[in-house]
């Protein structure tokens, strides 16, 4: 176990709908990074949030947007909901800085959009 | 950019034999950082080893050992005395060694332990 959790862990959602995820860091962790992995492939990096402030960011749209709380757990929010976002979404927590390189993953979340 | 490259869709071994996964990257940088992550049908992500480029000697984790090429750009992860509770996707990813924790990823071997 990581003690990083994640919330729910699957889901389905209509197209157009909207959806948050949830991730709890490990105890400790300050920085927190989303993946979406699509079936068969290797996970994509969508973005990072460190203390609260997004600091990173994959090639994704807008609509995919995120929160960082001050317990440092986060959110990732998906608008208008397309098909292709069907995927498993990893949350991986770590204590970030140059000297730091182990990231610890939830189970995912599964989402399927129909 | 950075790319990562696992040309290996699937590999199989037999129980207690020894496997070797392939991983090549492309980048420019000088220093930065390896992973080989198993993912078992559970989801999570598991790390399995990392190794440092600055750092000469290959890591090595028990059963697993990496063979470290930094001019070859390779990575490959070698398991020895294959365990059923082996099976499992495996990715090679690469990260870079600033603040920002963006894993590049393989696209995963499928590692299957035959009894």
């Known amino acids: 176990e990581t003690g990083v959790t994640q919330s729910p862990t699957h889901l389905i959602k209509t197209r157009g709908q909207q959806v948050t995820l949830r991730c709890s860091s490990q105890?400790?962790?300050?920085?927190v990074s989303w993946y979406q992995q699509a079936l068969g492939q290797g996970p994509q990096f969508i973005f990072q949030?460190?203390?609260?402030?997004?600091?990173g960011r994959g090639n994704f749209p807008p609509r995919f947007s995120g929160l960082q709380f001050p317990n440092y757990s986060s959110e990732l929010n998906v608008n208008a909901l397309e098909l292709d976002d069907s995927a498993l979404y990893l949350c991986?927590?770590?204590?970030?800085?140059?000297?730091?390189?182990?990231?610890?993953f939830g189970q995912g979340t599964r989402l399927t959009v129909v | 950019a950075q790319t990562v490259t696992q040309s290996q869709p699937e590999m199989s071994v037999q129980e207690a034999e020894t496997v070797t996964l392939s991983c090549t990257y492309d980048t420019s940088e000088s220093d930065y950082y390896l992973f080989w992550y198993k993912q078992p049908p559970s989801r999570q992500m598991i790390l399995v080893i990392r190794q440092e480029a600055y750092k000469q000697q290959n890591a090595t984790e028990n059963r697993f050992s990496v063979n470290f090429q930094k001019a070859a750009k390779s990575f490959s992860l070698k398991i020895s005395d294959s365990q059923l509770g082996d099976a499992a996707m495996y990715f090679c990813a690469y990260r870079s060694p600033d603040s920002n924790y963006q894993l590049i990823w393989g696209a995963g071997t499928k590692l299957i332990i035959k009894p």
């Open positions: 105890s400790g962790h300050n920085t």
């Open positions: 991986a927590s770590s204590l970030g800085g140059r000297g730091h390189t182990e990231a610890f």
């Open positions: 949030y460190y203390r609260e402030e997004e600091n």
